[in-house]
């Protein structure tokens, strides 16, 4: 009897008197309350699978238990098989979706990536991060007079030792400094004065940086901060009256500086400049790093932006998770 007691409270963790909190627990409690689940939730209901008037058929899986093993996914590199064993596998994965082993099965693979297509089929991506923004925006965090853009790349499989004998048509080649790669691009518009990320464009690597500029600006701000990759930007977008472009000069034009005391002031500018960019990077080594996203996972842009889009929509929860726990409590 005290072995079974032993492995009974192992399997539902009512007994771990001695259990210290994980970072994934502190992580999954934080984001369970910064997730605005019923407006997103309300996003999805219109396209979620009814139940049959006869009570027929195998009843669906509740939406917001499916869109929390799809979070899951995202906040944690999963794939459609890999988060069907993560959660057998995770106390405090079950717990956030709210699983009981003792009453019901883990929804299976086959189940959550149905749920997958059908929010890639109805592009609730886009909307997902519209609602996430408004969120955000209703609590305080609102645009200011400033946006900063910038891309990076992400990679896709490049052999073509596939079913398909061929690599992803969709992704391009791209070089930067001395070394090709192979996949798409997400371009983002960050607010200068919150560090979250208000716009997300997604392309092929070739496309080159300068030309998603006007699609990364919301309208209204005052100064546009970017690296030298965005040279020229400002013909590519309508005049506004008091923008101004805030673009990193060529380090080999700062170098062709002849007079040294002029050279240090513009040496000084640049690096004021790129002290208001650094924000930038914030939302991409969240993405990268913290839910390590570093490779499209599917075939097709389309698939692989809606991911994309997804997942800086989760970044900005991250990032203002601090705000939003004060503001909720």
């Known amino acids: 009897m005290p072995d079974q007691l032993t492995l009974a409270s192992q399997a539902d963790g009512s007994f771990e008197v001695h259990r210290k909190p994980t970072r994934r627990d502190v992580f999954l409690a934080e984001m369970d309350k910064v ?70 099965p883990v929804p299976d693979e086959t189940t959550v ?15 997902l991060f519209e609602a996430v923004s408004k969120h955000l925006h209703d609590r305080g965090l609102k645009l200011s007079k400033g946006t900063i853009v910038d891309a990076t790349i992400l990679g896709a499989p490049s052999s073509t030792k596939n079913r398909d004998k061929a690599r992803d048509p969709e992704m391009r080649q791209t070089k930067k400094g001395n070394q090709w790669y192979f996949g798409m ?46 040279i020229g930007a400002e013909k590519r977008v309508p005049t506004k009256r008091g923008r101004r472009w805030w673009i990193a000069a060529k380090r080999s034009t700062i170098k062709a500086i002849e007079d040294e005391k002029l050279r ?31 490779k499209a996972r599917y075939r097709g842009l389309a ?11 989760l970044a900005n929860l991250w990032i203002a998770r601090k705000h939003l726990l004060a503001t909720t409590g």
Not at 49 to 69: Q, S, Y
Not at 91 to 102: K, Y
Not at 196 to 207: D, G, I, K, R
Not at 303 to 313: D, E, P, R, S
């Open 35 to 104: 997730v605005p689940w019923s407006a997103l939730c309300a996003l999805i209901e219109p396209h979620y699978p009814k139940p049959r008037a006869d009570g027929g058929g195998r009843p669906a899986v509740g939406l917001e238990r499916m869109l929390r093993i799809h979070l899951l996914q995202q906040w944690y590199a999963l794939s459609d098989p890999a988060v069907e064993e993560a959660l057998y596998d995770s106390v405090a994965m079950r717990r956030f979706v709210g699983i009981d082993l003792g009453r019901e």
């Open 113 to 127: 990536c149905k749920f997958r297509h059908l929010l890639e089929k109805h592009k609730v991506a886009e909307r």
């Open 185 to 230: 691009k997400a371009h983002i518009g960050v607010d200068e004065g919150t560090g979250l990320v208000h716009t997300v464009v997604t392309t092929a690597a070739n496309e080159a940086d300068v030309t998603q500029v006007d699609k990364l600006l919301h309208g209204k701000e005052k100064a546009v901060f970017a690296d030298a990759g965005y």
């Open 264 to 294: 240090g002031i513009m040496e000084e500018l640049e690096q004021a400049k790129a002290s208001i960019r650094a924000a930038v990077e914030h939302p991409f080594r969240v993405v990268k790093r913290q839910f390590g996203h570093m």
């Open 303 to 313: 698939k692989n932006g809606a991911q994309v889009v997804t997942l800086f929509a």
